[in-house]
């Protein structure tokens, strides 16, 4: 096991949010303060909003919301470190970090999710969702917060899913030395870790039975793979 780049990440070599954190001119963030900034952000603007617009009914969920995509961000980052620290096989990292795949999956997550909201959800004569959160009216500046909240929730899950099918994909093709082995193990188990913390959000979709199954499926689906990756990991 050896350090594939003692300089840092280059551009290739990270996922697309830390490519962003780490162009932003002028600043130097750390993973963590990163991930402190985004989640301050978040938070405090759904308190506002929350006493501008007497909606404190929408502070649990909204919490859980950006709990969840700052769990992933932590997550996603000693993913991206660990695997980074590996000398793996160069189409690994390649399909991992510089295809940008996990971007088009969050993208298709949010269209569906979006699509569900605004189009499906209003033809079904039952109360919406947004209407159930926000009423009638729904104020403009939360649904955009709400929305800027939910794209972060719907890359972080493209991530993993993506994770997790290149992890499926190389331990099928690939065998490695044992420390090697072990820590890819370790990574597998981090993904594990971020499908199921998205269990928290499920109480808060019992009144959505297709949202409700979407994110359950998405957590059966995406730990079964990255558990048969950790466990099919072939070792010489």
């Known amino acids: 096991m050896t350090v594939a780049n003692e300089d840092g990440p280059q551009y290739g070599e990270t996922w697309v949010y830390e490519s962003i954190v780490g162009a932003l001119p002028g600043a130097s963030l750390s993973g963590t303060a990163a991930v402190a900034l985004q989640v301050a952000i978040f938070q405090v603007s759904l308190f506002v909003l929350a006493w501008v617009y007497d909606l404190w009914s929408v502070v649990p969920a909204g919490t859980a919301a950006i ?50 909201l605004f ?17 009638p009216e729904p104020p403009v500046v939360v649904v955009y917060l709400m929305l800027l909240v939910l794209w972060d929730l719907c890359y972080r899950i493209g991530t993993s899913w993506w994770a997790a099918v290149v992890a499926a994909w190389r331990s099928y093709r690939y065998t490695f030395d044992a420390e090697t082995g072990a820590a890819l193990r370790r990574t597998d188990a981090t993904n594990v870790a971020f499908g199921l913390t998205q269990v928290v959000l499920l109480p808060f979709l019992t009144g959505e039975p297709v949202l409700f199954a979407a994110v359950a499926g998405h957590v059966v689906a995406v730990t079964g793979v990255s558990t048969v990756a950790l466990l099919t990991v072939g070792t010489e």
């Open 119 to 135: 189009v499906f959800a209003p033809r079904t004569g039952e109360p919406t969702l947004l209407t159930v959160l926000f009423g």
């Open 67 to 116: 709990g969840v995509a700052a769990v992933g961000s932590v997550l996603m980052l000693r993913f991206s470190a660990a695997t980074r620290r590996l000398d793996l096989p160069p189409t690994y990292s390649r399909f991992l970090f510089a295809s940008g795949v996990e971007v088009v999956l969050g993208v298709l997550a949010f269209v569906a999710l979006v699509t569900h």
